[in-house]
């Protein structure tokens, strides 16, 4: 059985995954961006990231992605996650090899993309 796939907005994920994301992406998000089409027939670029229970596309242009970075304070000036908070999110998030966030639930925000 596949797992569902969900589009969500940066925006609109929890501080948890935000947090889960940076360490995945600890050097920024615009590089690792991809195109598709979703079912209404619009071009989207999102950020992907799999979960243990979902496989999340990140809604964001390079623009918004390159802005995000720029804008947190997690990420120093060459746009890289800081040493310190790196490490305070590896702490916090012991799991991270299994790459699980949240409980697996569809959330009234999330929106199926396939």
């Not at 918004?64 to 490490?87: M, V």
Request: proline residues 3%.
């Amino acid at each position: 059985m596949s797992k569902p796939k969900v589009l969500k907005d940066y925006s609109k994920l929890t501080d948890e995954m935000q947090e889960r994301l940076k360490l995945f992406y600890p050097n920024g998000f615009s590089e690792f961006l991809i195109r598709f089409v979703d079912r209404e027939g619009k071009n989207v670029s999102a950020l992907p990231y799999e979960t243990e229970d979902k496989y999340y596309m990140i809604r964001m242009t390079n623009l918004e992605a390159q802005k995000i970075i720029k804008d947190d304070t997690d990420y120093d000036d060459d746009g890289n996650l800081k040493d310190d908070i790196k490490d305070d999110y590896e702490d916090k998030y012991t799991d991270l090899d299994t790459m699980r966030v949240g409980s697996g639930r569809k959330s009234d925000e999330d929106e199926d993309y396939d």
